[in-house]
């Protein structure tokens, strides 16, 4: 019998379940057992936590999911204490994405050599029952870079396909100012035409030699535009997650940097667009500090973005240890100016979300003035107002910045529109994703964000920190934060509660004592203006209920904007697609690619058509840590469709294509397909399996041919020219068409689904 891969050994400090651990920060070393399945380690994380319950979502320390062979680690976390028992496991990706779990082991703390203090947040000054704030125009804090959203994965896809004026729309409510989330940065992917969440986004660069005159590919370029339209000071960055094929076996190179540079180049070209940050690492895999210094930052000095600032590392592990690489080391602070790590709280979803560890900022990066962001967080649904939705998302953009120093926020996403039933369906702030029928939901989570984003700026704001603290030490549930205009004397304050509180504000010189302006939402009514306040003699007091969201401000000028929303209607049945509606080079309406890029393309024989472009797989995110994708395919339709007959016209320039039905998930083996190739072979499959072969006679590879296949119940029928080749009785069930391909040039036209 073959021995299964195990993680065994797991060690602190060189022993096994130690007791009287008296190092503040000891090491942990674990051993991987590799299998024929799993032959080596391509990455691990280390879970720690006050029980074997919470492994899940860690509450001592979680370095993250890391792309290392390592199998030792140092602690990095939060100070432990004297006495304190930890629980601990390791989770092991081998290098052919199989995951290993090793059992719970646990260590237990003796008396610390030189502790460490832990960080104590600042509480609201009491007095009885009643919180004081005293507010002070010459009190310090840092200034506010803003709120803003992750345009990824494929979130945004079905948005682009929304019409005027509904489309306008929903952009003014992610992105007028002072109408709906107000928005004000936004960060897009760059797309690698390989899955990167829900979908796959086209590249601007598929070969190297377009590289010479990159395209503009996909919708974020046209997001960035509109975003820019309705706030022309609207902050752009860009962030990879996948790369072309062409630019393997490291994406860190001087070809790299080009590939980067090339994406400005585009939105510069095309769209008239100035970018002002470049993430430049790769989404949640770390960046390359050589390549950095000498490569990416002489790159855009050389091509003319001398004022396109880096962002990094964009990581979702590492505990702001950049900081450790930057303290020492000149030409590295200076190519770095902000620093940004994803899920800063965690990822536990629910009521506790904002009370979790996540990777909280070091000592080291607040004192070194590098502006610190939480540059990709949430990651939930805005549908909720409790759990981990609306009141725990404002809760969150308050404690970033009491416990973290944290100055802009990016969550994502801005918009949920994804293709039901594909990976993280349920995300985003609100949801558009009918654009058939014009329908759309706009979620609490839209008006938890205006309550920050309506009622301060970037840049021009700044945090008082004497206004800023918890109502109780034990929970980040109900805080306070208050900023000021810079060159004014408004000022704004943001408060969340989980209990019933009274609140006092003495407002000192530098500040405004005028009328004070009163915005509130609960789980029943988002951003509802209230009664305003007049302070007398620079003072007032105000009830606060419990688990609210208020907004207290000298400004004016904030709405909770709206629109008549469309009625919903079902996906258009029966359903034809000819492609010629749009431009060549444009994306197919209502299609949703889940890996390689489908675009609008010339017919050979006249009008137009589908082709899948990408020459080869590219460089994958997450490549370790999940299964990839089989191959370049799209989805179009409605999952709950089960009965029908689904065709497409294929000319197959080379390797195979297919029409798949009855398809869920972003995973294309989850349903029947037809698979042909160029010499007639056609091969019949259901999920994985393989149900049927055969070739046909006389076949024509460099001739259009019509792929069909037939849903009835339990039945499933294929069709290759109108004549039926196999059939198959199994499950009855429902979901999308989907069109795949090779990594070829293939062509598909007239979709068409009908009984």
Not at 42 to 68: F, H, N, Q
Not at 131 to 160: H, Q
Not at 168 to 195: R, T, W, Y
Request: hydrophobic letters at 35%; glycine letters at 8%; a negative charge.
């Amino acid at each position: 019998m073959v021995q299964a891969a195990e993680v065994i050994d797991l060690k602190c400090e060189g022993q096994v379940t130690p007791t009287g651990i008296t190092v503040a920060r000891p090491s942990f070393s674990w051993t991987f057992v590799p299998d024929e399945k799993k032959p080596a380690q391509g990455g691990y994380r280390v879970c720690m936590a006050t029980s074997p319950e919470k492994l899940k979502y860690p509450d001592i320390w979680d370095t993250g999911p890391t792309s290392s062979s390592e199998t030792i680690v140092n602690y990095l976390g939060e100070p432990l204490k004297s006495g304190q028992k930890v629980y601990w496991q390791v989770l092991s990706w081998s290098t052919e994405r199989g995951l290993t779990k090793s059992e719970p082991s646990w260590f237990e703390m003796g008396k610390i050599t030189n502790p460490e203090k832990t960080f104590e947040p600042p509480v609201l000054q009491k007095l009885g029952n009643v919180s004081i704030i005293t507010l002070s125009g010459k009190d310090s804090g840092r200034t506010f870079e803003g709120i803003g959203a992750v345009s990824a994965g494929a979130s945004t896809d079905l948005l682009y396909d929304y019409t005027d004026p509904v489309r306008s729309e929903i952009l003014d409510i992610l992105f007028k100012p002072k109408f709906g989330a107000a928005f004000q940065h936004l960060k897009v992917e760059m797309g690698g035409g390989e899955n990167s969440t829900c979908g796959s986004e086209p590249s601007h660069a598929i070969t190297k030699a377009e590289l010479k005159n990159p395209v503009s590919r996909g919708y974020e370029f046209w997001l960035m535009k509109e975003a820019k339209d309705r706030n022309p000071d609207m902050i752009l960055e860009y962030l990879p997650w996948s790369f072309p094929g062409w630019l393997k076996p490291n994406i860190f190179t001087q070809d790299g940097a080009d590939y980067f540079v090339a994406f400005l180049d585009v939105a510069k070209r095309d769209w008239g667009l100035d970018i002002d940050w470049v993430a430049a690492a790769e989404n949640e895999n770390d960046t390359d500090r050589d390549w950095l210094v000498n490569h990416m930052r002489p790159t855009l000095d050389a091509k003319g973005y001398t004022n396109v600032r880096i962002q990094g590392p964009d990581d979702n592990s590492g505990d702001w240890q950049i900081f450790e690489d930057l303290e020492n080391d000149p030409e590295y602070q200076k190519v770095i100016k902000a620093v940004g790590y994803h899920y800063v709280t965690g990822r536990e979803f629910t009521d506790d979300m904002v009370d979790g560890r996540g990777r909280p900022t070091t000592d080291k990066a607040k004192a070194s003035g590098v502006p610190l962001w939480a540059s990709e967080d949430w990651s939930w649904t805005g549908k909720e107002w409790g759990g981990a939705g609306a009141l725990n998302l404002a809760r969150m953009y308050n404690k970033f910045y009491i416990r973290d120093q944290i100055t802009k926020t990016l969550i994502w996403a801005p918009i949920g529109s994804i293709t039901p039933t594909v990976t993280w369906d349920k995300a985003g702030a609100m949801k558009a994703n009918r654009p058939w029928s014009g329908f759309y939901e706009v979620w609490p989570c839209i008006w938890a964000t205006a309550h920050t984003t309506q009622f301060a700026e970037p840049d021009t704001w700044q945090y008082l920190d004497s206004g800023c603290g918890l109502f109780d030490a034990s929970t980040y549930k109900g805080s306070c934060v208050t900023l000021k205009e810079k060159n004014s004397d408004n000022w704004s304050m943001i408060i969340c509660t989980e209990d019933a509180e009274e609140l006092t504000v003495k407002i000192e010189d530098g500040l405004s004592s005028g009328t004070v302006q009163v915005w509130k939402s609960d789980a029943h009514n988002q951003f509802v203006q209230q009664q305003s306040i007049q302070p007398e003699a620079g003072v007032f007091s105000i009830k606060l209920d419990p688990n609210c969201i208020y907004s207290l401000t000298t400004t004016t000028g904030q709405q909770k904007g709206s629109y008549e929303i469309p009625k919903d209607s079902p996906f258009p049945f029966p359903y034809t697609e000819d492609y010629e509606d749009r431009k060549v080079g444009d994306l197919p309406k209502y299609h949703s690619d889940q890996k390689g890029s489908f675009e609008i393309a010339e017919n050979p024989q006249g009008g137009q058509c589908l082709k899948q472009i990408c020459p080869e797989e590219g460089y994958d995110w997450m490549r370790i840590y999940r299964r990839s994708n089989d191959k370049p395919h799209t989805l179009v339709g409605d999952e709950s469709w089960v009965n029908y007959t689904c065709k497409v016209d294929v000319l197959i320039q080379g390797g195979h294509v297919e029409l798949g039905g009855r398809v869920l998930g972003s995973f294309l083996k989850n349903g029947p397909r037809l698979m042909v190739d160029k010499t007639g072979k056609w091969t019949l499959l259901n999920h994985q399996r393989t149900l049927a072969t055969g070739l046909v006679e006389g076949f024509d590879g460099n001739a259009w041919h019509e792929l069909k296949l037939r849903f009835f119940d339990k039945q499933v029928e294929a069709f290759i020219d109108g004549k039926s080749i196999a059939k198959f009785e199994g499950k009855q069930q429902r979901g999308y068409v989907s069109l795949a391909s090779s990594y070829d040039q293939n062509l598909f036209d007239n979709l068409s689904v009908s009984r």
